[in-house]
């Protein structure tokens, strides 16, 4: 039975007003700063993972922002069990290494600073040109993508954006419907509602509500 006390703490919030929210939650936090930003596709992570970027680079902090696509394994791996494994989309399609290795340990507060906001093109299935970025020691680097819960990973702050079953069905495209059931693993098998810092109720992307 749900309580009234975790009804209250949902309110609705504008997508302007949630990434101010995050913003905000972010630049209370000292040093450098490693935000996620995780949702199904149809929930929008890098658009409102670009508008917390704009929010802090106002208020004076550097943010590089690195969609997790950027970072998937080359086909020959990834694909290495057909184009629709629900097991190897679920784990096996990010690089957790390289994201590890080019991101996240070199914008960790003790971490040389130096990050690379791009590594791989899926649709190419060739690596990008990109230049690495220097983090200063306030910098902050917003992760956007799906699936990045339950791996560990770390992060100062999340946000699991939670789109529900019948939402997503109807968001999702013909092409990517295979994913679905994996989504559903994914909320039972990670919580990643649980693991959130900032929960937000996504079911409309343009009206979410949010729980802290």
């Known amino acids: 039975m749900t309580s009234t006390r975790s009804i209250r703490s949902i309110r609705a919030v504008s997508r302007e007003a949630l990434a101010e929210h995050l ?3 972010t630049d209370a936090l000292p040093g450098r700063v490693r935000v996620a930003i995780d949702g199904p596709p149809p929930t929008g992570t890098a658009e409102l993972a670009e508008a ?3 929010g802090l680079r106002l208020r004076g902090r550097e943010t590089v922002v690195v969609r997790a696509a950027d970072f998937l394994r080359p086909a020959s791996l990834r694909l290495e069990y057909g184009h629709h494994d629900e097991d190897m989309y679920l784990d096996g399609w990010l690089d957790e290494g390289a994201l590890r290795r080019e991101v996240l340990d070199p914008a960790a507060p003790d971490g040389a600073g130096r990050v690379l906001p ?3 093109d899926a649709e190419r299935d060739r690596a990008y040109r990109e230049d690495y970025r220097e983090l200063g020691p ?3 680097v917003v992760v956007a993508g799906a699936l990045l819960l339950g791996r560990g990973l770390p992060f100062e702050l999340v946000a699991h954006l939670h789109m529900g079953r019948a939402a997503l069905a109807r968001r999702t495209p ?8 994996v989504f559903e693993r994914y909320s039972r098998e990670r919580d990643p509602s649980g693991a959130a810092d900032v929960l937000v109720m996504a079911d ?3 009206r979410p509500a949010m729980r802290e």
Do not use: Q, Y
């Not at 013909?174 to 059931?181: F, G, K, M, V």
């Open 23 to 25: 913003v905000a939650r």
């Open 52 to 54: 917390v970027a704009d």
């Open 118 to 120: 791009r590594l791989w």
């Open 138 to 140: 306030a910098g902050v």
């Open 174 to 181: 013909e092409e990517e419907r295979w994913t679905l059931p």
């Open 204 to 206: 409309h992307p343009d």
